[in-house]
T-cell receptor
Framework: GQNIDQPTEMTATEGAIVQINCTYQ??????LFWYQQHAGEAPTFLSY??LDGLEEKGRFSSFLSRSKGYSYLLLKELQMKDSASYLC??????????WGAGTKLIIKP | GAVVSQHPSWVICKSGTSVKIECRSL??????MFWYRQFPKQSLMLMAT?????????EQGVEKDKFLINHASLTLSTLTVTSAHPEDSSFYIC???????????FGEGSRLTVL
């Protein structure tokens, strides 16, 4: 079956760095997405990786290793507004998105 | 950037009534639109894939007669929750694939509360 695993909840301190991991097993791979979702709102796009390596975009970076079925989202200089759920999703061979359950990130002052 | 608009954002209805939610791609043509449902503290669940001009493809366990999807044009898809019940109360989100780039954009979501 298809499976996406990510931690349920993480806690970090304002100004620090946090890494949210995502492992996946899917039938085919056409890219991995990271989304941020604040409570009661729709997800917003953060990053898309289809090739191995690190993609940096401001305070957020995303890494992909296709051979390991592994990705992480790195958040630097954490701000209180970064408190949200972070969703990992993989596009499978049919270009359908398989979603992880999301990681709730709690930022403490 | 591309925008997907959902309407209404919030809707409260009585049990037994039907509710229609619209999903529009405002500045691009969407060959495919997706409808998701999200319960509190849970991830998005794909309900159906909607292709313009053809019948929607429903995920296993989703009742097609209860959740009617119409994708009449390249910029509009609608989800109608028929004979709504309190257990249908949820956050419904649509997304649309931009025809040219294939990139996926999300609507703002619609929160349905059935009394």
């Amino acid at each position: 079956g298809q499976n996406i695993d990510q931690p349920t909840e993480m806690t970090a301190t304002e100004g620090a760095i946090v890494q949210i991991n995502c492992t996946y097993q899917t039938s085919g791979f056409n890219g991995l997405f990271w989304y941020q979702q604040h409570a009661g709102e729709a997800p917003t796009f953060l990053s898309y990786n289809v090739l191995d390596g690190l993609e940096e975009k401001g305070r957020f970076s995303s890494f992909l290793s296709r051979s390991k079925g592994y990705s992480y989202l790195l958040l630097k200089e954490l701000q209180m507004k970064d408190s949200a759920s972070y969703l990992c999703a993989v596009s499978d061979s049919n270009y359908q998105l398989i979603w992880g359950a999301g990681t709730k990130l709690i930022i403490k002052p | 950037g591309a925008v997907v608009s959902q309407h209404p954002s919030w809707v409260i209805c009585k049990s037994g009534t039907s509710v229609k939610i619209e999903c529009r791609s405002l500045d691009f043509q969407a060959t495919t639109m997706f409808w998701y449902r999200q319960f509190p503290k849970q991830s998005l669940m794909l309900m159906a894939t909607s292709n313009e001009g053809s019948k929607a493809t429903y995920e296993q366990g989703v009742e097609k007669d209860k959740f009617l999807i119409n994708h009449a044009s390249l910029t509009l898809s609608t989800l109608t929750v028929t004979s709504a019940h309190p257990e249908d109360s949820s956050f419904y989100i649509c997304s649309a694939n931009q025809r040219e780039s294939g990139e996926l954009f999300f609507g703002e979501g619609s929160r349905l509360t059935v009394l």
